[in-house]
């Protein structure tokens, strides 16, 4: 009971929550069709790079879905309705398996101990590249059966690919030197 009451305490601090709400704002910022590039059969977003960087960053699951999932439904349900529930489903669950890897694969064994930053980078392209497949395959199948026709998801789907390769490169680029910037802030606060 007491160590479920601290990582529950230690989960929702007022940092962690300020880091999230920032993400979630971001998110429904760039879900807006004026940060977007036209293509066949809608727009092209730079959602994934912000969703992305903010579940690597947060590294709790709970905490990235809110982010991804709930971000990224309020800006459709805002901006364009019709694929909200798609997106909160489809970008929830990115950003938490991408939480999930980066902050919890290769912590103990052998290759991270001898190898702690290409253990952390491993981890981190294994869940982005998942959270990728997982974009890709729900968005795929959400504008082929809920809200529009296969016709249009398999005209998009050369879009939705470029659109979460966009995502990777750009949060593992912007991970790393925000991680050394955050070790050096804590390293400094204390």
């Known amino acids: 009971m007491k160590n479920e009451t601290k990582s529950i305490s230690n989960r929702f601090t007022p940092k962690q929550m300020t880091i999230t ?9 760039l ?14 977003y730079f959602v994934d790079a912000v969703i ?3 579940a690597i960053l947060l590294g709790d699951p709970i905490l990235a879905f809110i982010m991804g999932g709930f971000g990224s439904f309020l800006g459709d349900w805002i901006f364009y309705p019709a694929p909200m ?15 999930l890897c980066a902050s ?4 103990k064994g ?16 294994i869940g982005v590249l998942l959270g ?16 529009s026709t296969p016709e249009a998801s398999i005209a998009k789907l ?27 802030f804590r390293r400094y606060a204390q």
């Open 31 to 44: 879900s807006m069709s004026i940060f977007s590039i036209p293509v066949t059969g809608g727009h092209l």
């Open 21 to 29: 709400a920032v993400f979630m704002a971001m998110t429904v910022i």
């Open 132 to 147: 990728a497949v997982i974009m890709v395959i729900g968005y795929t199948l959400g504008r082929a059966y809920v809200y």
């Open 104 to 107: 919890r694969l290769f912590k």
């Open 158 to 184: 050369p879009f939705e690919i470029l659109q979460a390769a966009f995502g990777v490169v750009v949060s593992l680029s912007l991970c790393a030197p925000a991680s050394a910037v955050s070790r050096a």
């Open 52 to 54: 992305c960087t903010g």
């Open 85 to 99: 529930f798609v997106s909160l489903f489809t970008h929830g669950i990115q950003a938490a398996v991408i939480a």
């Open 110 to 125: 052998s290759f991270h101990e001898n190898h702690p930053s290409s253990a952390l980078f491993a981890a981190r392209l």
